[in-house]
C-alpha cells in the first residue's frame, strides 16, 4: 500500500475572521468550482496567506484520505526559491519513491508525480509561490485532488490556462483585526478605543505584526496598548529613511523594531544570526556556532525569540523565521556585523557542520567519510542510530552551504557527504555538491581533490543512469590520479570504469578495467579493497559463460572479505558463489551459500543486498522445481528492490518470477511480468536484462501460439546478446532456427 502523506505544518492558533474567504476556497471542493480544482491565495507580506491555507487544509483534511502533501516554495525573501525539480523529489520521496528512481529531468518527474496520485484524492498545497513556472509541475493530473497555492504573485497565468479560482486576500478588516488583538491581549493590557485602532494601523492590519505586538503587550501589562502605541510612534522616526511607499513592510519595521529593542543584546545578537543562516530551517547547535556562543545560550535566547514570535518553533528541536523576520534579521546583520565578522560566522559555522557531519556519516556506517576539523562549537551527541537521522534533517543545509563556502571547505563537506548522499540515493544533491567540490578544487589547484571529486560525480551520474558521463569523468579521475601519483585511486577509477561499462553494453572493456583495478589494488598493497573487483569479475565471468575463473574470482573475494571481516564484502562474495553455483547445477551449493547470506542481508547491516541474495535464492528454489518457495522469495525481492529504487535488481527479479509461472503454466501471466522486467530494465540500462525479457517474452509467445510475435521478440533478444558476446546468444539462435 503507497503510504498517506500528512505534511501540513501546524495548526494556526487564535485563527479568526476570514468567512468568506473560507467560503471561497469550501467551493473548490463543491460543485460550485469550474472543475480545475485549483485554488490561488495572493496577497501582501504578512497578511496571513498561509495563515489561512494552512487553517483551512485541517479543516478539510477529512475530505481527503490519501493524505495532504505540503511544500514551501521559498519565492520571496532571502532564501533562494525552491525550484520544482526539488519540491517533486520530496513529493516522490514522500509518496514512497526511492531516490533513485526519480527520474532525472523536470518533465519526468511531473509525469511521474502525476502517475503517482492519479486516482487518489490528495490535498496539495503550495505555499509563498513565485512562479508560474514554479508552480505548473507541481499540479496534480487529476480532478480527484486539490492544488492550494499562496503567492504576492496574482500568477495569472494558472487561471487562464489551469482556470485556477484566484482569491486575493485583503489586509484584515479594522473588525477582524481588533477581534485578533483582542484575542491574543486578553485581558491585560486593554487601552482605549483611539489607542487600540491606532495600533491596528501602526501594524498595517497585519497578523503577524498583530501577534508580535499583542506578545509585547503581555510582556508588560502595565504599560498596555497605549504605551506601546506612543513607543512605536517614537521609533517611526528612526525607521523612516526605509519606508517605501504602499508597501506594509515599511510599517511592520516598526513593530519588528521595537520588539527587538525588548531584547537583551545576546539574545537580539542571536536574532540576527538567524539572518545569517544559509537554510530554511535550523537547531540551536548551528545557531550556537554562529553565534560563537554555547548551545545553553542559544537555546535560551530562541526560548525568548519563540515567545516573542520573532522565531517559530518547529518539531524536532528545529526553528525557522518567516520570510518578513528573515528579511528583516538579514538587514540587521549586514548593519551590525562586519563583512569579516559575518564571513567569520559562517565559517565557524561550516566547521561545526564538517565536524559533526564527519561523526554522523561515521556512526550511520559510512566508511572513509572521516575529516579532521577542530571545532570550538558544541555538537550532539550523536548514537549510532541518530547519525542518519542527523544528517537527512540537516541535509539541505548543508548543501546549501557548501554553495557559499570556502573552496577548502566545499572539499571537505564533500568528501563527508559523499557516501551518506550516494547510498541515500540523494542523487540530485549528490551531483550539486560533488560539482561545487570540483570546482573548489580547480580554484585551488588541488590535484588529488580534483580527482576525486571527478570520481565521487560519476559516482553519482552513474546511479542516474548518466553512464557515458561517468565513464568520462570517471576517465578524468583516473588520469588525475596518476599525474599525483595516487595508486589507489587509479584502482577505484579502474573499478568503477569497468561498472560503468558493463552496465552500457561492454563487457569485454569491463573485464579490462576491473583487471586494471585488481592489478593496482595489489600495487598498493590495499588487500581489503580487492574484494571489490574481484567480485565483479567474478560476476562478468560467470555472466559471459566463463565458469572456471569466475569460481577462481569469487573464492578468492571471499578469502579476503573474510580476512577483513567486512560483512559487506561477505555478502557479495556469497551471492557471487550461490549465483554462480545456481548457473552451473551445483544446486546444493548454492542453497548453503544462500543460507550464509540470509541473516546478513535480513537482520545485519548489508540490506541493500538483500534483493539480490533473494533472487538468487528464487532461482535456485525454481530449479529445484520448488514454485510456492521460489515465487515467495522472488516476490520479496521485487518488493525490496521497488521500495528502495534499483530498477536493475527488480529486473532480474521480475524475469526469473516469470520464468517461474511460465514453467507452471500461467503464460499470460509470465508475459506481463517479462514485460514489466522490460521496463524496468530499460530505465535502469541494464542490457542483459532487457534480452532476457525479450528472450522469456519469446518463449510466452511461443507456447501462446503467435509465432510471429514470437519471432520478433527473440530477434531482439539476439541482436542485444551477439552485442554483449554472452552464451545466451546461442540458445536464442536456436529457438529462431526452429520457426525457420
Same mark, same amino acid.
Given at each position: 500500500r503507497p503510504p498517506t502523506p500528512a505534511q501540513l505544518p501546524t495548526h494556526v492558533g487564535g485563527f479568526v475572521g476570514r468567512e468568506q474567504d473560507l467560503a471561497e476556497l469550501d467551493a473548490t471542493l463543491t460543485g460550485d468550482r469550474d472543475g480545475s480544482g485549483i485554488a490561488?491565495?495572493?496577497?501582501?507580506?504578512?497578511?496571513?496567506?498561509?495563515?489561512?491555507?494552512v487553517h483551512w487544509a485541517h479543516r478539510v483534511r477529512e475530505r481527503f484520505p490519501d493524505g495532504q502533501l505540503y511544500v514551501d516554495l521559498r519565492g520571496y525573501g532571502p532564501d533562494r526559491q525552491l525550484d520544482p525539480e526539488q519540491a517533486l523529489a520530496g513529493f516522490l520521496r514522500a509518496l514512497g519513491l526511492d531516490g533513485a528512481s526519480i527520474p532525472n529531468e523536470l518533465a519526468e518527474r511531473s509525469a511521474r508525480f502525476r502517475s503517482m496520485i492519479a486516482g487518489r484524492r490528495m490535498l496539495v498545497v503550495l505555499d509563498n509561490a513565485r512562479t508560474v513556472d514554479q508552480v505548473r509541475p507541481l499540479l496534480p493530473g487529476t480532478d480527484a485532488c486539490v492544488a492550494l497555492v499562496t503567492s504576492r504573485d496574482a500568477l495569472t497565468g494558472l487561471g487562464a490556462r489551469e482556470g485556477a479560482r484566484r482569491i486575493a486576500l485583503a489586509r484584515l478588516s479594522s473588525d477582524e483585526a481588533g477581534r485578533l488583538l483582542a484575542a491574543l491581549v486578553g485581558d491585560m493590557g486593554a487601552g482605549s478605543p483611539e489607542s487600540t485602532a491606532r495600533l491596528l494601523d501602526q501594524c498595517a492590519r497585519l497578523p503577524l505584526a498583530l501577534r508580535i505586538a499583542a506578545d509585547l503587550v503581555r510582556v508588560r501589562p502595565s504599560r498596555g496598548i497605549d504605551g506601546l502605541v506612543n513607543e512605536l510612534a517614537d521609533e517611526r522616526d528612526r525607521l523612516d529613511l526605509l519606508d517605501v511607499a504602499d508597501d506594509p513592510y515599511s510599517a511592520v519595521r516598526v513593530v519588528f523594531s521595537w520588539s527587538c529593542q525588548q531584547l537583551s543584546s545576546g539574545t537580539l545578537r542571536m536574532f540576527r544570526m538567524c539572518g545569517l543562516h544559509p537554510g530554511?530551517?535550523?537547531?540551536?547547535?548551528?545557531?550556537?556556532?554562529?553565534?560563537?556562543?554555547?548551545?545553553?545560550?542559544?537555546?535560551?535566547?530562541?526560548?525568548?525569540?519563540?515567545?516573542?514570535?520573532?522565531?517559530?518553533?518547529?518539531?524536532?528541536?528545529?526553528?525557522?523565521?518567516?520570510?518578513?523576520?528573515?528579511?528583516?534579521?538579514?538587514?540587521?546583520?549586514?548593519?551590525a556585523e562586519s563583512e569579516v565578522d559575518r564571513s567569520a560566522a559562517l565559517d565557524r559555522l561550516l566547521d561545526y557542520y564538517i565536524a559533526a557531519g564527519s561523526v554522523a556519516a561515521r556512526l550511520a556506517g559510512h566508511r572513509g567519510t572521516e575529516v579532521d576539523v577542530e571545532t570550538t562549537s558544541d555538537t550532539p551527541d550523536l548514537e549510532a542510530q541518530d547519525g542518519l537521522a542527523w544528517l537527512d534533517a540537516e541535509r539541505p543545509n548543508l548543501i546549501a552551504v557548501a554553495s557559499t563556502c570556502r573552496s577548502d571547505r566545499a572539499i571537505a563537506l564533500g568528501r563527508v557527504l559523499t557516501s551518506y548522499l550516494y547510498l541515500g540515493a540523494h542523487l540530485d544533491d549528490a551531483v550539486k555538491l560533488q560539482t561545487r567540490t570540483l570546482e573548489a578544487a580547480r580554484e585551488l589547484g588541488d590535484k588529488s581533490a580534483e580527482a576525486d571529486a571527478s570520481r565521487y560525480l560519476g559516482v553519482a551520474e552513474y546511479a542516474r543512469g548518466q553512464h557515458h558521463i561517468a565513464a568520462t569523468l570517471f576517465e578524468q579521475a583516473r588520469a588525475g590520479y596518476a599525474e599525483v601519483g595516487d595508486v589507489r585511486g587509479q584502482a577505484a577509477s579502474a573499478n568503477t570504469l569497468g561498472g560503468t561499462w558493463w552496465m552500457?553494453?561492454?563487457?569485454?572493456?569491463?573485464?579490462?578495467?576491473?583487471?586494471?583495478?585488481?592489478?593496482?589494488?595489489?600495487?598498493?598493497?590495499?588487500?581489503?579493497?580487492?574484494?571489490?573487483?574481484?567480485?565483479?569479475?567474478?560476476?562478468?565471468? $560467470?555472466? %559471459?559463460?566463463?565458469?572456471?575463473? *569466475?569460481?577462481?574470482?569469487?573464492? &578468492? /573475494?571471499? +578469502?579476503?572479505?573474510?580476512?577483513s571481516g567486512d560483512e559487506n564484502r561477505r555478502a557479495h562474495a556469497l551471492i557471487?558463489?550461490?549465483?554462480?553455483?545456481?548457473?552451473?547445477?551445483?544446486?546444493?551449493?548454492a542453497l548453503a551459500y544462500g543460507d550464509q547470506v540470509l541473516p546478513l542481508v535480513r537482520d545485519g547491516g548489508v540490506r541493500s543486498l538483500k534483493d539480490e541474495a533473494l533472487m538468487v535464492l528464487g532461482a535456485v528454489h525454481r530449479r529445484l522445481g520448488d514454485d510456492e518457495t521460489a515465487e515467495r522469495l522472488l516476490e520479496e525481492s521485487i518488493e525490496h528492490s521497488r521500495t528502495v529504487g534499483k530498477d536493475s535488481a527488480m529486473a532480474e527479479a521480475l524475469n526469473e518470477l516469470a520464468l517461474t509461472r511460465h514453467a507452471a503454466g500461467d503464460s499470460a501471466t509470465a508475459g506481463r511480468i517479462?514485460? $514489466?522486467? %522490460?521496463?524496468?530494465?530499460?530505465? *535502469?540500462?541494464?542490457?542483459?536484462? &532487457? /534480452?532476457? +525479457?525479450?528472450?522469456?517474452?519469446?518463449?510466452?509467445?511461443?507456447?501462446?501460439?503467435?509465432?510471429d510475435a514470437a519471432r520478433e521478440s527473440w530477434q531482439r533478444a539476439l541482436a542485444i546478446y551477439r552485442d554483449l558476446d554472452v552464451p545466451e546468444a546461442e540458445s536464442t539462435r536456436g529457438k529462431l532456427g526452429q520457426l525457420d
Open positions: 490561488v491565495l495572493t496577497g501582501t507580506a504578512g497578511v496571513g496567506k498561509t495563515a489561512l491555507a530554511a530551517s535550523f537547531d540551536a547547535y548551528s545557531l550556537a556556532a554562529l553565534a560563537g556562543s554555547r548551545r545553553r545560550d542559544a537555546l535560551r535566547a530562541i526560548d525568548v525569540l519563540v515567545r516573542a514570535h520573532l522565531v517559530d518553533e518547529l518539531p524536532e528541536g528545529r526553528f525557522q523565521l518567516h520570510d518578513l523576520l528573515r528579511a528583516y534579521a538579514t538587514e540587521l546583520v549586514e548593519e552500457a553494453g561492454k563487457p569485454r572493456l569491463a573485464i579490462q578495467y576491473f583487471e586494471q583495478a585488481v592489478a593496482l589494488f595489489r600495487e598498493s598493497d590495499d588487500r581489503q579493497s580487492l574484494s571489490s573487483p574481484l567480485a565483479n569479475l567474478a560476476y562478468l565471468h $560467470g555472466r %559471459l559463460g566463463d565458469h572456471e575463473p *569466475a569460481f577462481d574470482y569469487a573464492r &578468492e /573475494a571471499m +578469502a579476503v572479505a573474510d580476512e557471487n558463489l550461490a549465483r554462480l553455483s545456481e548457473r552451473t547445477g551445483r544446486l546444493d551449493d517479462h514485460r $514489466g522486467a %522490460l521496463d524496468a530494465a530499460t530505465a *535502469a540500462g541494464v542490457r542483459h536484462e &532487457e /534480452a532476457r +525479457a525479450w528472450d522469456g517474452l519469446g518463449d510466452v509467445q511461443a507456447a501462446l501460439g503467435d509465432q
